[in-house]
């Protein structure tokens, strides 16, 4: 038995499936500069941290 042609247009609009365990992520422009300065902010609360003790022993 053959498909009729609007069974098939409607097989040929769906996304193809993800394949299982693949995650797929897409951000957008603003979600990537909140990121990136997280991830500044975050560097800089670890310098901060390491910095402090080395400046107060060798503070003269």
Sequence with gaps: MAET?????ERQKQPPAQPPGK??????????????????????VILTVLWVPWAMRHAN
């Excluded at 042609?5 to 247009?9: Q, R, Y």
């Design 23 to 44: 995650m797929v992520y897409s951000f957008g422009i603003v979600q990537n500069i909140a990121v990136f300065l997280l991830s500044l902010v975050v560097a800089g």
């Design 5 to 9: 042609p609007p069974a098939a247009l």
